[in-house]
Each structure stands twice: as C-alpha cells, then as structure tokens.
C-alpha cells in the first residue's frame, strides 16, 4: 500500500489494541485459535476487499505470504497479537 492509504500510527495503534482485546475475549470463551483466527481474517478480508481495489488486496495478501515464507511471522509471534 502507499502511504497515502496507510492509516496513521495512533489509529492503527487504537485498532491493534481493540483487536487484542477481541481475541483475549475470545479466548476467554474458549473458542480454538483457528476459529478466531479464520474469524479475524474472513473480517478483514471482507473489509480490504470493500475498501480496495482487488490488486491493493492480492499486493497485501502477497506480501503476507512473503512474511510467512521468510520466516518474519514466527520471529513476530512473541508479539502482540495485533499490530
């Protein structure tokens, strides 16, 4: 994505947290990590392919695929959830 159409970092800050927030929510009503997950992802897909055009959101998708084949995921696991 440009940066024209990144949010700012305070608001994507925001949304990480209440994403996190979510999740330990749901976690909390022992739903499995790939429910949630394949939940949050179907969410936002439907989302990005709302709000952009498809090849912004195959470019995205890409570049995630990337991230999971460098190995840059796993190295990010012991993040926060979200952002």
Do not use: C, F, W
């Not at 999740?23 to 022992?30: A, D, H, P, S, T």
């Not at 439907?46 to 952009?52: I, V």
């Amino acid at each position: 994505m440009s940066d024209r159409q990144s949010p700012p970092e305070r608001e994507l800050n925001h949304a990480g947290s209440v994403v996190d927030k979510a999740i330990e929510y749901m976690i909390g009503q022992n739903l499995s990590d790939l429910a949630i997950a394949s939940a949050l992802l179907g969410g936002a897909m439907g989302l990005l392919t709302r709000s952009l055009p498809d090849g912004v959101v195959i470019q995205i998708l890409q570049n995630a695929i990337k991230s999971i084949e460098s190995g840059e995921m796993n190295e990010a696991s012991g993040k926060d959830h979200a952002g």
